[in-house]
């Protein structure tokens, strides 16, 4: 979601026409905000966020540990994950200080209640490592390019877990 969808308002409501519209299940939804604008909050954007977790849509802060954090915002924001950003998964798990941060940050989100998820894991090295501390979600090539909306679908059918 982008700062100025938050900062201009009516992005609950149209959020709300659109689920009933396409009968989606608002569990099944989840909008990100960059960790810059997080560092920006004002109190309209915070109570729209609130309101759009009320409607039962998740929500996570996407490239965390990319910007100056303030860790003060993370427990005053209506967040269900913490995204850690691809620049430092990247150096895993050669890079003692990406090792340091990516530890640090899933520790941090995990301490807060959040479903911590590593972006950009290239490699099995990067994703047995994550899963070794602790880091159950990741997304990145690894696992699949980007797909079209059919491809994606078929996708989803052939490695679902039963």
Known sequence: VAAMQLSRGGLVARLAELL???????G???????????MEKTQRSINQLVAIQELGVSLAIDDFGTGYSSLS????LPMDKLK??????????????????TKTILALG?????RVIAEGVETQEQASFLLEAGCKYAQGYLFSKPLPADEFEAYVQRNRQS
């Open 110 to 114: 995990q301490g807060l209640g959040l």
């Open 73 to 76: 915002y993370l427990k005053d």
């Open 20 to 26: 009933s519209k396409y009968e989606i299940q608002a």
């Open 28 to 38: 099944r939804l989840e909008l990100e905000v960059t960790e810059g604008f997080v």
């Open 84 to 101: 850690i950003d691809q620049s430092f998964i990247r150096g895993v798990p050669h890079d003692s200080d990406d090792l340091a941060i």
